[in-house]
């Protein structure tokens, strides 16, 4: 039977149990590596490294996890947090050029050779709507919870999925592939 | 009504296009990289009765041996009842403290 995350998070902080902790990593491994590529944009390599000090800092700062949020939700926070750590040195990271924004929306100036996708098309929103879109449409996480993982107001969350989702739409529909 | 069923179509397809992810040795790597695992409780307990116990030998040792025994029963031989009863339930309440101590500090760890 599989462990509960708070028993495996109590394993680990009485017995330190390495084996507790890799399943901890194992359950949550695809959601937190999966929410880091699309935050950097498909760099599988920079997101793999990122996920692996995202679980590194959560195994060093376990017992300030109190279990008020779920294990996940905590995870993201910290993921999230490495994320921006990393967006500080590297701009690319956060800026959008606006003027390929626009060119996406139009069908006359997109590449057919490309495959256009919803990946491609996330991959295109600004990093806070992007954010907000993963995490509340593909993570499944609430506004609420989101709005703790990425510490801004829920007002903004709500905004940003609602500006992401109007963005998404259009993109998607200028390609025809909705 | 149009519009909602694109919302429906464009979370369903956020949800099902999020890929998993196959560990493929990621774990692994994680777990190579953690701290060495601290020493356990048990052994520090350990470590510490094997030194408590040598320097109460050496104790014994220079303060005369044999001796320091032969006294020490002769003087709770003469000693009164009623201090009789005192150490003991004084060495009984010792070690109940100390059980108690270790009983709340694994509980507390537990409900972290």
């Not at chain 1, 939700?73 to 947090?81: E, G």
Request: net charge neutral; aromatic share 8%; hydrophobic share 45%.
């Amino acid at each position: 039977m599989a462990l509960a995350d708070a028993d495996l998070v109590a394993r680990v902080l009485v017995d330190d149990d390495h084996h507790a902790f890799a399943e901890l990593v194992r359950n949550h491994q695809s959601s937190v590596r999966g929410l880091l590529r699309n935050l950097v944009r498909s760099d599988v390599t920079l997101a793999d490294d990122l996920a692996q000090e995202t679980f590194l800092k959560a195994y060093k700062n376990l017992r300030s996890f109190r279990g008020e949020a779920r294990f996940s939700t905590w995870l993201y926070r910290i993921a999230y947090n490495c994320f921006r750590e990393e967006a500080r040195k590297r701009k690319e990271l956060v800026g959008i050029d606006e003027a390929q924004l626009e060119a996406e929306h139009d069908p006359q100036t997109v590449d057919p050779a490309l495959r256009h996708d919803l990946a491609r098309a996330l991959e295109l929103l600004p990093v806070h709507e992007r954010s907000a879109i993963v995490l509340c449409c593909q993570n499944g996480l609430s506004h609420d919870e989101a709005s703790r993982v990425l510490d801004i107001p829920l007002g903004t969350v709500k905004t940003n999925v609602l500006r992401g989702r109007e963005k998404l739409k259009k993109m998607l529909s200028a390609w025809g592939s909705n | 009504m149009d519009e909602k069923l694109q919302e429906d179509s464009l979370d369903a397809r956020l949800r099902d296009e999020a890929p998993y992810i196959d560990d493929a040795g990621f774990t692994a790597r994680v777990v190579q990289k953690l701290p060495a695992r601290q020493v356990r409780r048990s052994y520090r307990a350990f470590l510490f009765l094997a030194i408590t116990l040598a320097a109460c030998f050496a104790a014994y040792w220079f303060a005369g041996g044999t001796s320091l025994a032969i006294d020490a029963y002769t003087n709770m031989a003469m000693m009164p009842v009623t201090w009789m009863w005192v150490c003991a339930a004084g060495a009984a309440l010792l070690v109940m403290a100390g059980g108690l101590a270790a009983a709340l500090s694994r509980s507390r760890g537990r409900s972290r």
